[in-house]
C-alpha cells in the first residue's frame, strides 16, 4: 500500500515535472546572460570562490586499506545503522582522486572543499603518523593545485578515530584537546605549504544533537527519555560538555596556527556551524522571542562564544549548571579565535514557542530550548527541500548585525533528491540559482562573504539518509564496479555559470592576503 502510494506520489511528479520543464529549460541557458547575474559579478578568486564540498568517510572509501583505523562513523555503519550503507568503498575518492579532481576541472570548480580522515593520517588518533594517509593527502592537494583548485580542508566532519572514543568517551573528554591539537599541528606542518584554508570542525552542532542528546547518531550516547535505545550517555550534560571541548578544541588548533605557522603560511582558520533560518510560526509575541532563542540555540551556541567569549544569556539561562563555564583563560582564548566562519545552509523553517518544556525537571537541550520548529513545506514524495534561498538572505543579513559581519563561506548548500531518481535534476538546477542570486544580493548589500560550495560534487554516502538520497552534480551508481562519474543537467549548468569569466585562475599570494585582511 505504502509503496503504490509512494509510485502514485512518484508519478503525479513527474507530470507536474514534465508541465514546468520549458520554463525551467530557459533558465538552463545561465551563463549566456539569461540568469539576471553572472560569474563575474562576484569578487574573482581570492576574494571570492566557487567551489564544491564533499567529506572523507562520505567519499573516500578504501575504509581499512593503508593503514587506516576505523572512526565512530565505520562502527555505526556496520552495525546496520545507515540502512546497510557503508562508508568501505563509497565513491572511491581513494583511488579516483586524479579523475575527480578532472571532474572538478571540466566542471570549472575554482575550489574544492574536503575533509581528512583523522583515522587515516594518525591511526587510532594519536601517536606516529601513516605514512600512507600523508601520501595520500600531499597527492590530493598537489593534484587540485597543480589544476588551478584551492584546497579548503576541514580537520574534523564527524569521523573521529573510533580508538579515542573507546579509550576516553571521545568529545565528552577534555583529554580531546591535546590531541586534537596534535592532529591539527601534523596537517599544518605537513600541507600548510599548499593549504591556506583550514576549518577546524563541521557544524559540531548537528553532529552532537544527533550523537549525545538523541542519539541516533554516533557515538550514539543519550539517556531515556530523550534519545532512542541508549545505552550510556547523558542527554541533559552531554551535548553541552561535548560542544564546550570543540570548542575549546577548535580554539587550541587555532591558536597553535595563529602563533607557529599563519604568518609564514598565510592561510586561514576558522570553524563550521549548521544553521537554519527560522521564522515565527505565528505573529505572536511568544513565537517572536522563540524565534530568537532558536537562532541562539543553533547558531549561538557555537558562534557566540566566538565572538563574544561566552554562551548566549538565554542558553545559560535555560540550562543553568549543566552548561559549562569558560574560565577566563579559556574565554579569551575562543574569543576571536577564528578569521572565517564557514556556513551550512539548507532551509528555512518555523519556530513556536514551546515554553511549557522548562516545566520539566529533566531537561535535555531540546527542552532547554522551549521551541518546536517546523517544515515550511516539505515534499515527501521527492525528498527535496523547499527552496527558501531569502532564508539564507536573512541569515546571512543577521550575522552581519549581530556578529560583526565576519568574513564567511557557505560551506555547504544543495538540493536533496532521491538517489536514483534522475539525471535532470531541475530541482537542484533552481536551487542551486536562487541560492547564489540571493548571495550576490546579500554581497552587494554589504556581507563579507567569501565563497560558496555546494553539497555536492558527487552522490556520496549521506551521513543522515544513507543510500535514500544524494545531492551531487554527478551520479554514481553504486552497483556498478567502475563507479562511473556521470554528469546530470546540475553539473552542466553549473559549469556553465563558472567558466563564462572574464579572469584567469591563480594561487594566493602576500598580496592577495594582505587584500584579504584590509577588505
Ligand atoms: C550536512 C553534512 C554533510 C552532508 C549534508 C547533506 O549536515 O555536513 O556531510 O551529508 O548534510
Redesign the pocket.
Known amino acids: 500500500m505504502i509503496l503504490q502510494l509512494e509510485l502514485l506520489l512518484h508519478l503525479c511528479f513527474i507530470i507536474v515535472l514534465i508541465s514546468i520543464s520549458p520554463s525551467l529549460s530557459l533558465d538552463l541557458e545561465l551563463g549566456n546572460g539569461d540568469d539576471g547575474f553572472e560569474r563575474d559579478d562576484f569578487p574573482a578568486p581570492p576574494d571570492f570562490v566557487f567551489g564544491a ?1 564533499a ?1 572523507a568517510y ?1 567519499v573516500e572509501g578504501a575504509a581499512d586499506q593503508d593503514g587506516r583505523t576505523p572512526s565512530i562513523w565505520d562502527t555505526y555503519a556496520h552495525e546496520g545503522k545507515m540502512d546497510g550503507a557503508t562508508g568501505d568503498v563509497a565513491c572511491d575518492q581513494y583511488h579516483k582522486y586524479k579523475e575527480d579532481v578532472q571532474l572538478m576541472v571540466k566542471t570549472g570548480l575554482e575550489a574544492y572543499r574536503f575533509s581528512i580522515s583523522w583515522s587515516r593520517l594518525i591511526p587510532n588518533g594519536r601517536g606516529p603518523v601513516n605514512p600512507k594517509g600523508l601520501q595520500y593527502y600531499n597527492n590530493l592537494i598537489d593534484q587540485l593545485i597543480s589544476n588551478g583548485i584551492q584546497p579548503h580542508v576541514t580537520l574534523h ?2 569521523d573521529l578515530p573510533q580508538a579515542l572514543e573507546d579509550e576516553y568517551g571521545g568529545w565528552v573528554s577534555p583529554n580531546i584537546v591535546k590531541d586534537f591539537t596534535a592532529y591539527a599541528n601534523v596537517c599544518f606542518e605537513q600541507f600548510g605549504d599548499r593549504v591556506a584554508h583550514w576549518t577546524t570542525m ?2 559540531p552542532n ?1 553532529f552532537v544533537l544527533g550523537g549525545y542528546d538523541i542519539g541516533f547518531l554516533p557515538p550514539q550516547h543519550c539517556s531515556a527519555p530523550f534519545g532512542v535505545n541508549c545505552s550510556r550517555g547523558n542527554s541533559s550534560t552531554e551535548p553541552y560538555l561535548a560542544i564546550h571541548n570543540i570548542l575549546l578544541s577548535h580554539a587550541s588548533a587555532a591558536a597553535l596556527y595563529k602563533q607557529t605557522y599563519q604568518h609564514k603560511q598565510r592561510g586561514f582558520i576558522g570553524i ?1 556551524v ?1 544553521s537554519y533560518w527560522f521564522i515565527p510560526r505565528t505573529e505572536t509575541q511568544h513565537d517572536q522571542v522563540a524565534t530568537q532563542r532558536a537562532m541562539d540555540f543553533y547558531f549561538g551556541w557555537v558562534v557566540h562564544p566566538l565572538v563574544y567569549g561566552d554562551y548566549p544569556r538565554v542558553m545559560k539561562k535555560n540550562a543553568g549548571s549543566r552548561i559549562p563555564t569558560f574560565t577566563s583563560a579559556e574565554s579569551a582564548q575562543v574569543q576571536g579565535s577564528f578569521d572565517f566562519i564557514g556556513l ?1 545552509y ?1 532551509v528555512t523553517l518555523y519556530a513556536e514557542d514551546f515554553s511549557a518544556a522548562l516545566n520539566i525537571q529533566e531537561r535535555d537541550y531540546t527542552a532547554d530550548s522551549a521551541i518546536q520548529i517546523y517544515p515550511l513545506d516539505f515534499n515527501q514524495s521527492t525528498f527535496e527541500y523547499p527552496i527558501t534561498p531569502w532564508g539564507m538572505e536573512e541569515l546571512l543579513e543577521y550575522i552581519k548585525q549581530n556578529y560583526g559581519n565576519p568574513p564567511l563561506y557557505i560551506h ?1 548548500n ?1 538540493q ?1 533528491t532521491r538517489r536514483n531518481s534522475s539525471l535532470e535534476d531541475w530541482s537542484r538546477i533552481e536551487y542551486m540559482h536562487g541560492h547564489i542570486h540571493s548571495l550576490l544580493n546579500v554581497i552587494r548589500n554589504g556581507s563579507n562573504a567569501r565563497g560558496y560550495f555546494m ?2 560534487l558527487l552522490d ?1 554516502i ?4 544513507g543510500l535514500k ?1 544524494s ?1 551531487g552534480l554527478y551520479y554514481i551508481d553504486l552497483d556498478d564496479p567502475e563507479l562511473k562519474r556521470q554528469p546530470k543537467l546540475s553539473a552542466h549548468w553549473y559549469s556553465k555559470f563558472l567558466k563564462k569569466k572574464n579572469f584567469t585562475p591563480h594561487s594566493a599570494s602576500d598580496a592577495d592576503h594582505q587584500r584579504y585582511f584590509s577588505r
Open positions: 564540498s567529506s562520505q566532519h564527524a563541521n557544524e548537528v563550521n549548521f551550512n539548507y555547504e544543495g536533496r553539497w555536492s556520496s549521506e551521513l543522515l539518509d538520497s545531492y
